[in-house]
């Protein structure tokens, strides 16, 4: 039977697989789903998997943007929101991202501080400034895990994306930075 995804969870990253694929759980292992990403498409896709198989969502990054632009569907190919990933350079070099989550009319429902590319944890804020989710990641882990609390009023499925993006950019970045040497 369908179980909604909780306030608290975790994302762990499945090892041994293509792409960047997750499982929503929490501390007693209970199955929330997870976030599957489908590497045979033109730019970045994911897609959201209740625990009983149905997909329920799909996050697409649209392809040549100034900054990445994720579409978020649901089952129906409805479009429920976007996240949008903002880069900004800094004087001192580093590079930061603010990400902004959108609703359907594209209204801002919530919005990241500025967060270096290395990051280990993001908050988001509504517009008023209180806190709606936020994401740590746990460091020192064979793969990927996040804890994810979700504080405000805000569909889930507009937040479940962003530790699979976050992972996946840094993966690659890992990748090509030992392509490098």
Do not use: C
């Not at 359907?104 to 290395?118: L, R, T």
């Not at 009023?153 to 840094?170: A, G, N």
């Amino acid at each position: 039977q369908h179980t909604d995804i909780p306030n608290n969870f975790q994302m762990k990253q499945k090892i041994l697989t293509f792409g960047t694929d997750m499982w929503l759980t929490n501390d007693d292992k209970d199955n929330f789903g997870k976030v599957e990403e489908r590497i045979l498409s033109w730019g970045k896709k994911f897609e959201y998997i209740d625990n009983t198989g149905k997909k329920l969502a799909t996050a697409k990054e649209q392809i040549f943007t100034l900054w990445t632009k994720i579409d978020i569907t649901d089952e129906n190919g409805k479009h429920i929101g976007t996240v949008e990933q903002e880069v900004i350079e800094s004087f001192t070099s580093l590079i930061y991202s603010v990400y902004s989550i959108k609703d359907s009319s594209g209204n801002v429902v919530a919005k990241s501080k500025k967060i270096d590319f290395f990051t280990t944890f993001v908050d988001l804020y509504d517009m008023e400034g209180k806190p709606v989710a936020n994401f740590r990641k746990k460091v020192f882990t064979i793969a990927d895990k996040w804890d994810v609390n979700i504080t405000g009023d805000i569909d889930k499925r507009l937040i479940v994306f962003i530790p699979s993006f976050i992972s996946s950019t840094q993966s690659e970045r890992d990748d090509s930075d030992d392509d490098d040497k």
